[in-house]
């Protein structure tokens, strides 16, 4: 069975920028569907991004287009964040699903989850 572990998380300023990591450890069979969830206090857990392993499209909710970039390097998930807004603070979740993706699924459609990393943006 596969297990995630996030690490990257922090505190910023708004308009900063960081990068989350997720490590993968475990055999991996195949293509997958990996992503990136957000939950903020007293708010629903949210797919920020997501990527397929299989032909590397990427999906991400509106909110972050343009300053968020999700890739995908062997047994590595990234989330590169920039224009950071204090509205993005929330803890993050690395998470991942077989067999693929085409778009950003709920939450419930994933199995596999990482302990979470928090990001915390101040203005």
């Known amino acids: 069975r596969l297990q995630l572990v996030e690490s990257g998380g922090g505190s910023v300023q708004a308009g900063g920028s960081l990068k989350l990591s997720c490590v993968v450890s475990g055999v991996i069979r195949g293509s997958l569907c990996m992503a990136w969830f957000r939950q903020a206090p007293g708010k629903m857990r949210e797919g920020v991004a997501a990527?397929?392993?299989?032909?590397?499209s990427t999906y991400y909710v509106d909110s972050v287009k343009g300053r968020f970039t999700i890739s995908q390097d062997i047994n590595m998930l990234f989330l590169q964040m920039n224009s950071l807004k204090p509205e993005d603070t929330a803890m993050y979740y690395c998470?991942?699903?077989?067999?693929?993706?085409?778009?950003?699924?709920?939450?419930?459609?994933?199995?596999?989850w990482g302990q979470g990393t928090q990001v915390t943006v101040s203005s």
């Open positions: 998470a991942a699903r077989y067999p693929y993706c085409s778009g950003l699924y709920a939450p419930i459609m994933f199995d596999l």
């Open positions: 990527i397929y392993t299989g032909g590397g």
